[in-house]
């Protein structure tokens, strides 16, 4: 037979006590809550003041990355082009899609480290008048109004790659 409370019926202490241990949780909860409320906010307007919002970076033209200038290497155009195949080819996160070696025009698809979104991503190698080619990038964001930075940091992923591959990039 189950027991049934009445508003005569006392409160046991066992039940006290589960009560007391139900609203210390609830509390201990809504603070835990209302600290990971804050740490949320304060990242994401850490995220808003670091990175500019932006989706579109192009070396030598997003004045938002000054550091992302266009690569000059001292090798034929068809060498770098090649190579920049071979890097993209090689990482992980980029895949290509076309490329031409008539117009020095590579196109792939970079995806984030999580693997959530993909970023489109061009590659155009133009021979420098001297022997050597400059490598121009462009890398953009299919979705969103800002890439928290993604866009440059997919550029400098591929110019390290080429660095390596090629050696460094001449001034």
Known sequence: MARFRSATTPILRRDRDRLALLRKAGRWLLRALAVVTVLLVVA?????ATWPPINDVTT??????PDLQPRAYNFSRDRVFYAVLECIEADDRMTPV??????????AEAQTLSRTFTDDL????EPNGD?????????RSRVGRADFGQNAR????????LDERLGTATP
């Open 44 to 48: 994401a307007a850490t995220a808003m």
């Open 60 to 65: 030598g033209q997003t004045p938002e990355y």
């Open 98 to 107: 076309s490329s031409d070696l008539a117009t020095g025009v590579v196109q």
């Open 122 to 125: 061009t590659v155009r190698v």
């Open 131 to 139: 022997g050597g080619a400059i490598v121009f990038v462009r890398s």
């Open 154 to 161: 997919t550029i400098r992923r591929l110019f390290a790659a």
